[in-house]
């Protein structure tokens, strides 16, 4: 996985040198530099340095030797890490359509039913109450604005 | 005269800081930021940047007040667990464990908490007091820097923080780098022409940094947690009575540590001044200088109090120590004060020499609240510590809805854009690989905050020079700063060469 991120930094690199060697003028008609000179500087930094990342990676890959810091994970939960980011999505792209405190209930409930299974009556309080004090301290106190969603025609 | 300025400063600061509304934002801050340091993994960046929407609807004196409680805060939590569950709260506090933990093992986990407060109380209020008296001194020297000397300062703060990742210099680099261009996008002060906006009229005004500090610190450093299951491990903490006689440090303790103290507390200010070291260097430095100078040694890591109190006052001296470039140069030196600039930011103040003259009502309310914040900390600690202990026992599967939640409805709430708060998603993914494979998130955060006065002082530097890049060795000072730079790098490319010859030795 670890060379497939490096590969993803990368490729990252160049698109962003080549979108901006593409888009941005690098000197402006005074010949100074233009809005496209310090992107590219930093394009280039990004594509040395993560050419000389993947090719490390990758002769690690190769040697099949595993770096010290993915030995010292020697635990690894991926899918709860998947299932929260997964709960993570579902809270902001239900903050438009469900909205905040709809959401957030939804959330708590989806999030407790997987990682504190069997406590029912808990999750279920949980879920009312904590949602609805974050929606009083940032709808309220704060005036945040929070979205209504569902709930639109009832206040 | 140094000391009549310090004391002007201070009393300046007590006079904006002392109202009931900043005193009582100020407790807020250091409650919830010694609740946040109690947390493996959030330490005082993650705290700060999580907390930001909570003070959107704050003055902006009152609410640096606030984060600047959180910010010490969390120092404070950290040790907590370092000494009760030997799992530091944060980098910084690692240095704790070793003479913390076994100190509770042997029965004496009140003295250690006790004394632990009272040594980083002592490492903050020295902290604070330096500050009164350099950051002045500082600011006036920057006033003659030119763009190129700042242009260099900034390069050096991102080169020092990078050369700090051990083995993972480039990572460093590449995190830096990536940080300077998420800082590109949007429109481009000096020409007006758009970057990378894709035609989006949500990207024109750039990618605004409170997602992506939230999204790298905060929901980056959850998913790491869950990833190396945080959140099934049993914390086995030590038990102990707070009501007995033992709860509190003897004499002999004291009277130990009485040097111990005072050194700590300059070495982690030292350590807190130089860009990129920070507060988890200059703990381990402060044990080991106190381990080297002990006459005793042996005692260290089995228990000594001494062991405890060198990297509690160095990691609060360190706080103090880093806000010294912040308020002077307007340049952080870490990802803790890279956020809390980014929240200055957020209120329209512009990093720079020139802060402590612009809103010097600000910044020295800032310093005295950091002083006052430290008063409130040690008495919360030594206090409510059952209070705090408490929250130890918490599941942190009941710990995780409430991060996440803050970090959502927060980011949302500061400019109700849907798009920003899916960056912080896209960004929390990020922060997780980044922290998984040896990243810098702070390095990121650092050159996001620090892009656009980085490319703005590059650019005139060029300007006047002609496009010679000469400028960045003519002055003195441009020569030193290019000197130091390439004698860094030189010297962390030597130190890489002789651990490879040693390696191939001993092989």
Redesign the interface.
Known sequence: ??FW??VS?LI?SLA?TI??LQ???LH?ING????????LL??L??VI??A??VY?DYHQRLLAEE?L?DES?N????K??FT??A???L???G??ILG?IIS?IV??MA??AY??RGKTLQNLV?SLI??AS?FM??DV???????AGLLGTFY | MFFAEILNNLSFGMSVALTTTNLMFLLIGAIVGMIVGLFPGFGPAAGIAILI??T??LEPTTAIIMLSGIYYGSMYGGTITSILINTPGESATVASTLDGYPMAQQGRAGPALVMQAIASFVGGTLGVILICGFAPVLAQFASSFGPSEYFLIIMLGLLLLTTMMGDNK??G??SA??G??IA?VGV?S??G?Q??TFGSPELISGIYFVPVAIGLFG?GE??YC????Q??MEKDRVQFNFRSRDFWPTAKDYLTSKFTFIRGSIIGFIAGVLPGSGATIGSILAYSVEKKVAKDPERFGKGEMRGLVAPETANNAASAGAMVPLISLGIPGSGATAVLLGALMMWGLQPGPTLIDANPDLVWGLVASMYMGNMILVALSILAIPLFVKFLDI?Y??V???I???C???A??LN?S?IE??M??FM??IG??MK???YSPAATVLALVLGGM??ST??QS??ISQ?SLQIFVERPLSLALTLFMVGAIGLSLAFRAYKRYQAKRSN
Request: aromatic share 18%.
């Open positions: 996985m670890r991120f490096s930094t990252f962003f979108y901006g888009t941005l003028s402006d100074r530099p233009g809005s496209g000179y310090f992107p930093i394009g930094g990004l340095a993560t000389i990342n490390k770096t810091q994970v635990q690894r939960y991926v709860d890490t929260i980011a709960c993570i999505a809270l902001i792209f903050l438009n905040a957030m959330f708590c999030f407790l990682f504190n949980y904590f949602p974050v301290l940032f106190w704060l005036q945040a604005g929070l979205p | 929407p909570l959107f609807g480039l990572n680099i590449i780098l990536f300077f261009a590109m481009d000096v020409s022409a970057r990378f929901i959850l998913l869950i990833y190396t299951g959140h099934k599941p599967r009941l995780v809805p409430v996440i939640i803050l959502v409805i927060g949302y709430a109700n849907i708060t899916s912080l998603l929390g993914l997780f690989g998984l494979y040896g980085a490319e590059f650019l060029l300007i496009g």
